[in-house]
């Protein structure tokens, strides 16, 4: 069992926008709606070009340092306090983990910040933990983060649920093979193949996530 972090488990995707809004003005620039919306599920050397190049600024490593340090400085106090779960995510978790089932946590976002979160998650829920800053650069929509996923756990990713809220994250653990269910948040994603649609989490459990399996090869 795999689990996307922002916007999956926690409604993070709002601290997000804090951020990343605060970053535009800082460069001088403004981000719309549907830039913002690129935006979702993406990893933090991507996020920093894409600011820059919107905000008209050259895309020199320099620059995307000093931007991802700025949005990393953001985002840590933005997560210090208690992050607001989504509905049905906590229960989910705590079934799956009641079932036995192996589970990692698979997310764009770099190890340090994901620590602060799973303050609020719980790290004993997962037997395994796969961050944006350690895939070798190969970040959603690549399947490396599931497939590095399944790997740490000795599993199959085609007999494994990957629980996404975006078309980037949709997108990768699909390409590993997963069945992914998808609970959009911020972003519509589209219907693809071996992607089940639910509203929520509410109600998920080891029964649910067989039926999944079972119906959507």
Request: aromatic share 6%; with cysteine.
């Amino acid at each position: 069992m795999f689990w996307d972090m922002d916007g999956t488990l926690v409604d993070s995707e709002k601290l997000w926008d804090i951020a990343l809004h605060g970053a535009a003005e800082w460069l001088g620039g403004a981000l719309t709606p549907q830039q913002r919306a690129t935006l979702v599920g993406a990893n933090m050397t991507v996020t920093s070009r894409y600011l820059l190049e919107v905000t008209g600024h050259p895309v020199a490593e320099q620059a995307v340092t000093e931007v991802a340090d700025w949005i990393r400085a953001r985002i840590k106090t933005l997560f210090a306090d208690e992050l607001p779960w989504r509905e049905g995510a906590r229960d989910a978790l705590v079934a799956v983990r009641a079932a036995g089932i192996p589970s990692a946590l698979v997310t764009s976002t770099e190890r340090p910040l994901t620590e602060l979160a799973l303050r609020t998650i719980g790290a004993e829920l997962f037997d395994a933990t796969v961050c944006g800053d350690e895939v070798d650069g190969l970040n959603k929509p690549h399947p490396e983060p599931y497939l590095r996923a399944a790997r740490l756990l000795g599993v199959d990713p085609t007999r494994c649920v990957a629980v996404e809220d975006s078309p980037v994250g949709a997108e990768s653990a699909a390409a590993a093979g997963c069945t992914v269910l998808v609970v959009p948040n911020e972003v519509a994603v589209p219907p693809g193949p071996r992607r089940v649609f639910r509203s929520s989490l509410v109600g998920v459990d080891a029964t649910v996530l067989a039926d999944m399996l079972r119906t959507s090869r």
